[in-house]
């Protein structure tokens, strides 16, 4: 193979045909970030950091999860959270919604829009939802019943997507039954989730292509990483050579691997942003402004948060431009 | 956009069709990594250390730099390591030197391939190795000269390569100016630095098609990214996407950027095979036994490395395979 090796030509025109000009941000720290914190955010604290990361300029955000406290104690103030955050007219305030409860509360909180969240996978479906995958969708069909007929919008999450802690690698027909499913219930995105880390570029791709194939339009489909392995931003790469324009992040890599301590958790919203800045794909947010609302958020949670670029920004490493 | 989008059907055979079968790890954690630790490790340990990523099946390394202890303390033993290590026929050895007295330091302790190294951005060379771009081209003249005339096989490096902390956005004409300087003097390799880890995607496309498009075959080529900012692994996925079949690293994400502390250092060597094993390109390195060697390492450092793939191992992540 050398430099005259035709695919490598041909790649010169394709690579980043399909990188779209914007992206849109879906911050999830206060949410899938904050639930694997060891620290509990106080709930002003929470206010803070919600309206610091609207204030730097993302527009859609999940601030809670109305779950039951004694599964996610660290959540347990969602009421007061949902309440409290001053809401800004053109930014989407959501939170997860486990059942009929959780939309209850969510609606008398406020809530616009919420999520619903399933497995992939059926073991991860019983030991995480104590239901199984047809039992969790027939569930939800009257949970997002509810919500539309209440005037609200559903976003639906399928986690495991790319590998299960129970089962291991997860088939891509499990995959494309939840993802149908899920969008058959009326849900307006599906955030395709690698909850534990173990996804590489070709498996995304693969998987992708699958859900693509299958008929699903590439507008109805974002992507959640956890970077425990470190491979987020190359998935989110390959995602972005195929089109897909939601990208779901946490501000500071905020939360962790449940299975793992002390590895890494979603991917953060400050390297994803730089990096689709060097891209010259627009988000809408400023840097600068959201780097600060995430050193603010380390000292909170008295401990050093995963986003590299976090890392490099307080080691007041070299800031420079970049070509294209 | 959906997912009838033209170049997403391309994409579909395209994405990865110049991905090599195979790609050549060069580890240059007891050079670069250990240069850029607070830490100075002794001889005996860097020993342990170097036929450690050997025997988990690393097939090329860079053991010490022959610079002058004033400038380096921490590779002070180059004439030690060189002569201690225990050589394995199949495996390349190599040392970086900066001048003809390095030169004949690596010859004297019997080093058959050595790495020269200067930068892209004029600025650099000046501060960094006392010299202009042309000058560094002349003295290395006569020691590549030298050296292939001892029979030696010669690298050569290009850092700054994506951005310079003094000139910022480093032009693509004066990487090919160093590139084919470099070339011409007789190196079998050209190592592509992002010194300071600032590159993203797009740009890595950008310069890597320009060198190749310049005439250099893509067998001459190797990448080299610090992850200071997180994007090393999305940036080697679209090197690999244009054929690239060299990638360095170091062990545990070794060293950091010297111009911010605390920030991180190369690609760890642990996360670039994870991801390429889950390609499904070979390495020919042993998952297992490469990290059980960074987790000793860290214990020797006393600190905890920024390999992702290591903390996940580290925090008993869930061990699952991985489709396609």
């Keep these: 193979m050398n430099d005259q090796h035709p695919s490598s030509a041909r790649a010169t025109t394709d690579l980043f045909e399909a990188v779209p000009a914007e992206v849109s941000i879906y911050e999830v720290g206060p949410r899938d970030g904050l639930q694997n914190e060891k620290a509990i955010l106080p709930t002003d604290r929470k206010l803070e950091l919600i309206e610091g990361v609207v204030d730097a300029g993302v527009r859609r955000i999940e601030i809670t999860s109305f779950v039951d406290p004694k599964w996610i104690p660290a959540l347990a103030d969602h009421t007061e959270v949902a309440r409290g955050v001053h809401r800004k007219a053109d930014v989407a305030y959501s939170a997860l919604v486990p059942n009929m409860r959780g939309l209850d509360g969510a609606s008398r909180a ?19 939802i104590n239901r199984s995958t ?30 299960c802690p129970y089962e291991g690698t997860v088939a891509l027909d499990a995959v494309l039954r939840v993802a149908h499913g899920l969008l058959e219930l009326g849900i307006y995105e599906l955030s395709l989730g690698d909850t534990i880390g ?6 995304i791709e693969y998987v992708l292509r699958g859900l693509l194939r299958s008929g699903i339009a590439l507008d109805r489909l974002a992507v959640h990483f956890h970077d ?31 299975y793992a301590p002390g590895a890494s958790g ?24 959201l780097v600060a609302v995430s050193a603010k958020l380390s000292g909170y949670l008295g401990r050093e948060l995963p986003s590299k ?15 294209v």
Aim: glycine residues 12%; contains cysteine.
């Design 309 to 323: 670029y976090l890392k490099a920004h307080l080691g007041h490493c070299a800031r420079i431009g970049r070509p």
């Design 228 to 258: 425990t392995r470190g491979t987020a931003l190359a998935n989110i790469t390959v995602a972005l050579q195929l089109g897909i324009r939601t990208v779901d992040s946490a501000i500071g890599g905020l939360g962790g691997c449940p």
């Design 134 to 163: 047809e039992e969790a969708l027939s569930t939800y069909r009257v949970v997002v019943d509810e919500a539309l007929a209440r005037g609200m919008r559903v976003r639906g999450y399928v986690s495991c997507v790319y590998g």
């Design 266 to 289: 979603n991917v953060a919203t400050e390297d994803v942003v730089y990096m689709l800045q060097g891209m010259g794909v627009r988000t809408g947010v400023d840097l600068d402004r």
């Design 198 to 203: 173990v996804g590489t570029p070709r498996q």
């Design 110 to 128: 406020g809530m616009q829009e919420v999520a619903v969240f399933m497995a992939a996978s059926e073991t991860h479906n019983r030991k995480n």
